[in-house]
């Protein structure tokens, strides 16, 4: 990591285990101290199992939560196959959104495509809900609601977040002559509806750099 910085890499770590975060932390920290601060946007990426005492690092060190919140819910991968094993101190730490933004960390986000939805809006639900769209029975009870993060916040994740670690934020600040012009366009002001029904916001337009390169079927 040290090397990787000092040649200017910008790392992008994927940690989903309480160690692999602390570690990834530790490699930035030492990277820094070895080489200076930098505007190298090193970004940690899923951040599943979170110790308490690495949050504000992310912050201290600047590096980016790089989260992708369609899995902070209550379904089959975590209620069968994460909870029973992991235990009731570290399921406490799962995906800490919330703490993380209150710790003054920026935020990415992202999908984790191709072991889950690429669809931006249903993640941007969870991370509001910390429920699945749709979900019934046990699953529609919020996982760890306290760690959920705002509307606003969620969309600033998922767009000038993502913006910022890949350093398009001048590029993509505004809607104004000179800027790249990545936007969609959507059916409806997500604001304007209940939280519980974000996930059935519909896209109708989608442009990269101006050019239209998605029109939905009814427009
Ligand atoms: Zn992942």
Redesign the pocket.
């Known amino acids: 990591m040290t090397r990787l910085d000092a040649e200017r890499f910008q790392v992008h770590f ?1 940690a ?1 285990g309480d160690r692999a975060v602390r570690e990834a932390l530790d490699a930035v920290q030492a990277a820094r101290a070895a080489n200076g601060r930098s505007d190298h946007r090193h970004h940690i ?2 951040l599943q199992v979170m110790h308490p005492d690495d949050v504000p690092r992310f912050a201290a060190l600047g590096v980016t939560a790089n989260v ?1 919140a369609l ?1 902070a819910a209550h379904e089959p991968q975590m209620d069968d196959l994460t909870i029973p094993f992991i235990g009731p101190e570290r399921t406490a730490r799962q995906y800490l959104f919330g703490d993380l933004l209150r710790s003054g960390a920026r935020l990415a986000a992202g999908s ?1 495509w191709a ?2 939805s690429a669809n931006p809006l249903r993640a941007i639900h969870v991370a509001v809900n910390r429920a699945l769209p749709g979900a019934s029975g046990d699953e529609a009870e919020p996982f760890l609601p306290e760690q959920g993060i705002g509307l606003a916040e969620a969309l600033a994740a998922y767009t000038a977040g993502s913006a910022y670690v890949n350093h398009l934020d001048d590029e993509t600040a505004a809607i104004e002559p000179g800027k790249l012009a990545d936007l969609v366009v959507l059916d409806r002001d997500p604001f304007d509806g209940p939280p519980g029904e974000i996930a059935a916001t519909r896209v109708l337009l989608t442009c990269v750099e101006g050019e239209r390169v998605y029109t939905a079927d009814n427009l």
Do not use: E, F, P, T
């Open positions: 994927h989903i990426a899923h992708q899995w984790d072991v889950s």
